[in-house]
């Protein structure tokens, strides 16, 4: 999050308004919005992407459970391996049904030990 806010930074401060010159960082970047969302003008306490919001939470992971299966799951992991692997997204490991690979896991042991002489 810090190369995101540090990027955001940077990017603000070169947004220079026409009429008198001011950065967008200088403008509201470096204080963020005020509490009060229909007040464009009260400026906040923190910095732009310095703390999380509560109120932006969106429960994803409990959606995502709506739509997939463990089956669905391990489809998008092998298919799409390449891309949740590349450096350049970062994205994170996050296992909808950690339970079901553990059982994989345990099912693919006990298939080797079974096979073994």
């Given at each position: 999050?810090?190369?995101?806010?540090?990027?955001?930074?940077?990017?603000?401060k070169?947004?220079?308004?026409?009429?008198?010159?001011?950065?967008a960082w200088d403008r509201i970047g470096s204080t963020g919005w005020g509490d009060n969302?229909?007040?464009?003008?009260?400026?906040?306490t923190s910095a732009f992407l310095a703390k999380k919001d509560?109120?932006?939470?969106?429960?994803?992971?409990?959606?995502?459970?709506?739509?997939?299966?463990?089956?669905?799951?391990r489809f998008v992991e092998q298919h799409?391996?390449?891309?949740?692997?590349?450096?350049y997204y970062q994205f994170s490991d996050m296992k909808l049904f950690p339970e079901?690979?553990?059982?994989s896991a345990s099912r693919a042991q006990e298939l080797l030990k079974s096979n073994l002489p």
């Open positions: 999050m810090e190369d995101l806010s540090e990027d955001a930074e940077h990017f603000l070169e947004i220079k308004s026409i009429k008198d010159g001011v950065s969302e229909r007040d464009c003008g009260a400026l906040g509560s109120r932006h939470k969106t429960n994803a992971r409990d959606h995502m459970l709506s739509y997939y299966t463990p089956e669905l799951e799409y391996a390449d891309d949740y692997n590349n450096p079901e690979e553990e059982k």
